[in-house]
């Protein structure tokens, strides 16, 4: 039975990280970021102070980068804009509304829970808009969804989709938008595909966390949809912090080995489905500047999924693939489908 229906008013929530509305919003944003027992998990007194410490040394270098944009992050206008694609899509399937759910900045769980109860919604799928499992992401964004719907009296049934790093219109989307860019970089020279994505910190992933090898099994299948077998490519890591050892290689040092052996660059960010800082500033900008100073002028940054109508049709297909179930937290051992899920966005 499909978990849409015309007679059941059902809610999809779709999952993002979130961003600072403005400059004064940076602080307490990096305050809930570092505040995340998914992010450092030490007990609640010490996490609030090193939360605290973090945020306010922190601040005054984010508001420069959130300054590049206009002084806020754009990804709830970009969420936003995905959830009513969405909506549009699945409105001849039932009785739908899509709500956006920020993990650190508005609009919060426990706000749209309240919305979702308002509304009279029947059912509910938690969507995230991270296509990569991560304890770091969606587990932390359902864990806190859970907590507060709990709070709201939100006892629905409910299906969340884990992930979907192998979902065929996902990957589709993705090859289409790489075939075009590095058919460009093609006219000055043999290119390197650079499949960038958020790093983790070593231990996370050596603790069972699936997200470095589902990133790694997107790369491999957007490289069989484009049938090429000439590609030469890269798997490699970004937005590096902090004194721990990450998970590599880093994508800086792979630019750098890109210009030093004269080679266009095709960076692709395979992780993110919509545009903010890690890639209108730190791709688009800094990246770029990094390539330009070591002599290479061919770099060329294939955008975001965002709306493109195959990825809006993806996501679209996997709610209505959904069958009704009660959603429960992620189990972290998995790679793929994990356990206490069902069944995954995934397909062949």
């Not at 956006?100 to 029947?122: D, F, L, N, S």
């Not at 090898?213 to 000439?230: F, I, K, N």
């Not at 679209?316 to 693939?321: H, S």
């Not at 069958?323 to 972290?332: I, K, L, N, V």
């Amino acid at each position: 039975m499909r978990l849409i229906s015309p007679q059941r008013k059902t809610a999809v929530i779709l999952f993002n990280l979130g961003g600072p509305d403005s400059p004064q919003a940076v602080q307490p944003f990096l305050f809930n970021l570092f505040f995340d027992p998914a992010i450092i998990g030490l007990p609640r007194p010490f996490r609030w102070l090193l939360a605290s410490l973090i945020s306010r040394k922190r601040t005054p270098k984010a508001q420069g980068i959130y300054e590049e944009m206009g002084g806020k992050s754009p990804i709830l206008e970009n969420t936003d804009a995905q959830a009513s694609a969405l909506e549009a899509t699945l409105a001849a399937h039932g009785n739908v509304k899509v709500f956006t759910v920020m993990r650190y900045w508005h609009p919060r769980a426990a706000q749209v829970a309240k919305e979702i109860k308002a509304w009279g919604a029947e059912q509910l799928i938690l969507l995230p808009l991270y296509p990569h499992f991560s304890t770091t992401t969606t587990g932390s964004s359902v864990k806190e969804w859970q907590r507060e719907a709990k709070k709201a009296g939100l006892n629905l049934p409910t299906r969340t989709i884990c992930c979907y790093p192998t979902q065929r219109d996902f990957i589709r989307a993705h090859a289409q938008l790489v075939r075009t860019y590095l058919d460009e970089a093609r006219h000055h020279g043999d290119p390197r595909i650079l499949f960038s994505a958020h790093g983790l910190p070593e231990k996370i992933v050596r603790g069972g966390d699936p997200y470095q090898w589902q990133v790694e099994q997107t790369t491999r299948e957007v490289l069989r949809e484009m049938g090429d077998e000439h590609i030469d490519y890269v798997n490699c890591y970004q937005s590096r912090v902090g004194p721990l050892k990450w998970i590599g290689p880093n994508t800086e040092d792979e630019i750098l080995r890109a210009a030093t052996e004269k080679k266009p660059i095709v960076l692709v960010p395979i992780a993110f489905v919509s545009e903010h800082s890690e890639t209108l500033v730190e791709l688009d900008i800094e990246y770029a500047e990094l390539a330009h100073e070591h002599g290479l002028d061919k770099y060329y940054r294939v955008p975001t999924l965002s709306v493109h109508a195959q990825f809006i049709a993806g996501l679209a297909d996997m709610c209505l693939a959904q069958e009704e179930t009660t959603g429960s937290a992620p189990h972290t051992g998995a790679r793929i489908c994990p356990k206490s899920f069902k069944k995954c966005g995934a397909s062949a």
